[in-house]
Nanobody
């Protein structure tokens, strides 16, 4: 499975960004989501969603709750991360992630999000 990510960039505090991730195929995928890694820190989950069923469960990091929303498109092979009220602490490289029912894990190329005034 190949993951194609888009979005990211430089924004000011309080502004919004949208990240998109498309999977080359949907078969056998259980979840898709986004992780991030800030300089000097470990990679951490931002948000993820089930992609095999409609209305599947979503998970958010505490830092993302209330500000970020993850959603799927109708075809279920693309996930969108809408990030609102961005803070400088959200600055990081964001990675798309997909996990299958059989334990495989896939990563997209990172996209840099910089929040700075």
């Amino acid at each position: 499975v190949q993951l194609q990510a888009s979005g990211g960039g430089l924004v000011r505090p309080g502004e919004s960004l949208r990240l998109s991730c498309s999977a080359s195929r949907q078969f056998n995928l259980k979840t898709m989501g986004w992780y991030r890694q800030a300089p000097g820190k470990e990679r951490e989950l931002v948000a993820s969603t089930r992609v095999d069923i409609s209305g599947g469960s979503k998970n958010y990091a505490d830092s993302a709750k209330g500000r970020f929303t993850i959603s799927r498109n109708n075809g279920r092979n693309t996930v969108i991360l809408q990030m609102n009220s961005l803070e400088p602490e959200d600055t990081a490289v964001y990675y798309c992630n997909a996990q299958s029912f059989t334990g495989e894990e896939y990563w997209g190329k990172g996209t840099l999000v910089t929040v700075s005034s």
